[in-house]
Nanobody
Framework: QVQLVESGGGLVQAGASLRLSCAAS????????MGWFRQAPGQERRFVAA????????YYADSVKGRFTISRDNAKNTVYLQMNSLKPEDTAVYYC????????????????WGQGTQVTVSS
């Protein structure tokens, strides 16, 4: 029902910034909670940030607070993740996900997932 496509990943040096985008189609974007997760090789997929349907409530993993900002533009069916002061430990595949209901921070709560975009941060 919902298709999500991430973009904006790349190779950057530590301290640089990237803005990831997630374009949604096939659903009513404005009714979904949107989240960003990331997964490094050999590790579990972990929560990064989430935003409610109105954009008025956001949640962040402690590891990214103060550096990352999640936002959404319902008119464009797009959610963003602005990543500043990137660190090598931020290297991962970043996934966009959609769920209905309240803001959620667990992977199992999201029904729809994009294929991910690679972010690599070199030291």
């Amino acid at each position: 029902q919902v298709q999500l496509v991430e973009s904006g990943g790349g190779l950057v040096q530590a301290g640089a910034s990237l803005r990831l985008s997630c374009a949604a189609s096939g659903g009513t974007f404005g009714t979904y909670v949107m989240g960003w997760f990331r997964q490094a090789p050999g590790q579990e997929r972990r929560f990064v940030a989430a935003i409610n349907w109105s954009g008025g409530i956001t949640y962040y993993a402690d590891s990214v607070k103060g550096r990352f900002t999640i936002s959404r533009d319902n008119a464009k069916n797009t959610v963003y993740l602005q990543m500043n002061s990137l660190k090598p430990e931020d290297t991962a595949v970043y996934y966009c996900a959609a769920a209905s209901g309240v803001v959620l921070t667990s992977t199992g709560s999201y029904r729809y997932w994009g294929q991910g975009t690679q972010v690599t941060v070199s030291s």
